[in-house]
């Protein structure tokens, strides 16, 4: 235990999380550039708006492009070209948010499941399992990287079954398990910054499947759970973002410059593209970046307490809510979400739900006690994560 602790005090010091629970933005919200939310998404990259046809890099792919090769890591370069535009799919084009949350003149999306006879379609039975059979899929649809690969174990078991059962759970210990992994640079970041871009490489898959499963599956507990995966998504991408904006390439990724220059050379272009869309726009800094994925972020979560305020995801997302909405000094907005929490909290964060609950009944409310219980709940996240990565064999700075 004692080793534990050290190890996590000295980890903490260093640590840049991938997907982080809370996003700091201290700007107001006049400062904040939302997305335009589009009336139907792309019909070939669900979850997103139209993308217009281009998917580039495409020369990159037809001339073939070499792995990339570092120690105790290999990457597949291909597939980070072959999506070099849609790397920040939050970003560009931006999500389709609406298509997330279908309404009764919505377009029907296409359905995961394919069951049916010559008497009609039939709905899928239940998976029911135990608390033991439900770890072992979590911990079987377990990856460090490949992530959406390793997903499969859980997607075919949606798409073969109903809603209800043992697929909230499932998808719960997934979100709580798997999805949100901290990785900590060693003695170079090259490793690092190229995990975040193959992870990224496969955010429009995840993005696609949500979506068709939310507009199929409106207010299940499966669509909450899995609107709170986009959600973790999002700030994947935002933490992404930051890595490769603030790598210096000539100074940082020595080795895939010696290694590979043409990966090199990509990664210089991916740098460049979204250096000058961000510019465009008028993204300037952290801040600005932070204030619109913020934006993104609340808008998914709001919806997800509107919309699907009877399952235990919604708690969760207004927990999540009120958190950002602290971080980000908006303090009476952050009370307003909290207060929404119902009196039984359930979900990921029932017990920091409830410990808030009674911070923010008091009067006056303690700000000192509130930070409290998002710093605990972030190191509790911690410390899942390190018992985690050390059961499958790795560290933070492994990957």
């Not at 080793?3 to 991938?18: D, E, G």
């Not at 029911?128 to 859980?154: H, M």
């Not at 050379?265 to 991916?270: Q, S, V, W, Y």
């Not at 969760?316 to 952050?334: T, V």
Request: charged share 20%; net charge neutral.
């Amino acid at each position: 235990m004692a080793f534990a602790a050290s190890v996590m005090l000295h980890v903490l010091l260093a640590a840049v999380l991938v997907w982080p629970l809370h996003v700091h933005s201290d700007l107001p919200d006049s400062t904040i550039r939302a997305f335009v939310v589009a009336p139907r998404d792309d019909p070939k990259f669900p979850g997103l708006q139209r993308v217009n046809g281009v998917e580039p890099a495409s020369a990159d792919v037809r001339n073939g492009l070499k792995a990339l090769t570092l120690p105790h890591l290999r990457i597949d370069v291909n597939a980070i070209a072959a999506r070099m535009h849609l790397l920040f799919p939050a970003l560009i084009p931006g999500l389709a948010i609406d298509s997330f949350f279908p309404n009764p003149a919505s377009v029907g999306a296409p359905s995961l499941e394919h069951e049916a006879s010559d008497e009609g379609p039939h709905p899928a039975a239940q998976l029911l399992l135990d608390e033991r059979a439900i770890q072992s899929i979590v911990d079987r649809s377990w990856a460090r990287r490949g992530r959406w690969e390793a997903f499969q174990i859980i997607a075919k078991l949606i798409a073969t079954h109903g809603p209800g059962g043992s697929l909230p759970a499932i998808l719960r210990g997934y979100r709580e398990q798997n999805a949100l992994q901290p990785y900590v640079d060693k003695d170079s970041r090259d490793p690092r910054l190229w995990t975040q871009l193959a992870l990224a490489a496969d955010h429009v898959s995840f993005i696609g499947f949500i979506r068709t499963y939310a507009a199929s599956h409106p207010s299940t507990e499966e669509s909450a759970e899995l609107l709170l995966l986009l959600d973790t998504i999002v700030q994947a991408e935002q933490d992404a973002l930051h890595v490769l904006l603030e790598t210096d390439p000539p100074s940082e990724l020595d080795l895939t410059r010696r290694s590979n220059p043409d990966a090199y050379a990509l990664l210089l272009r991916i740098r460049q593209a979204y250096r000058a869309e961000l510019t465009r726009r008028g993204l300037i800094g952290r801040q600005q970046i932070d204030a619109y994925y913020d934006h993104v972020r609340l808008t998914i979560l709001g919806r997800v307490a509107d919309d699907l305020s009877n399952t235990p995801a919604a708690n969760d997302a207004r927990f999540l809510r009120g958190a950002i909405y602290w971080q980000g000094h908006r303090r009476s907005e952050a009370l307003t979400a909290w207060r929404g929490i119902s009196g039984s909290p359930q979900g990921s964060y029932a017990i920091s739900s409830a410990a808030v609950r009674l911070a923010i009944a008091r009067t006056p409310v303690d700000a000192h006690e509130i930070e409290r219980i998002l710093k605990n709940e972030n190191g509790r996240w911690l410390s899942l994560s390190y018992d985690r990565l050390r059961h499958f064999g790795y560290h933070f700075d492994t990957y």
